[in-house]
């Protein structure tokens, strides 16, 4: 049991360092808070997370309702084959702001768009990062990775940001 939670959370790690590598590579600054989690993280500041989403096996052609169809070519095997990672990135969204008057003004248009426009790139940068990493072997020897999609988050408690999810298959 101990080899098959190492062998995941060193996979999380992997993920992990192949999205700080990419924004590295792209010269653009991430949050410093980052880390590895299992399931829905809580939003509590600027970060960048790795979890555990799902994992998933194929036991028969029935118990595959509502599994995604990247996750079933990505196992062969009735034991858990195939896994589903989220990543997400999370920044401060623009705020209302006070004048001098003490009137609240909303973000401006600019500061707004601006930080949908870093959303999207920093979904593009995590795509790119899996996408590099899996090419390089960084997923040790699982051969099977499919790129789910990305969805925004927020903005909601001062954040604003997004997931992507990728399935890796498991090699155990």
Not at 60 to 78: D, H, K, L, Y
């Amino acid at each position: 049991m101990d080899s098959y939670v190492d062998l995941l959370w060193t996979l999380l790690g992997s993920v992990k360092t192949a999205v700080e590598a990419e924004f590295a590579l792209q010269n653009v600054a991430m949050p410093t808070r980052r880390y590895r989690g299992l399931g829905e993280i809580a939003f509590d500041g600027e970060q960048v997370t790795v979890a555990l989403a799902g994992l998933y096996g194929i036991p028969t052609n029935s118990a595959t309702s509502g599994v995604p169809t990247q996750a079933i070519e990505a196992m062969r095997c009735t034991s858990w084959r195939g896994c589903e990672i989220e990543v997400v990135v999370m920044r401060c969204a623009p705020s209302d702001v006070t004048d001098n008057a003490g009137n609240i003004k909303p973000p401006s248009i600019e500061a707004i768009e601006a930080a949908a426009k870093d959303a999207a790139r920093d979904a593009q940068i995590v795509s790119r990062g899996l996408t590099r990493a899996l090419r390089a072997g960084s997923f040790g020897e699982s051969p099977n990775f499919a790129l789910g999609q990305w969805k925004p988050l927020g903005p909601q408690g001062g954040l604003v940001g997004g997931v992507t999810s990728a399935f890796i298959g498991l090699v155990l």
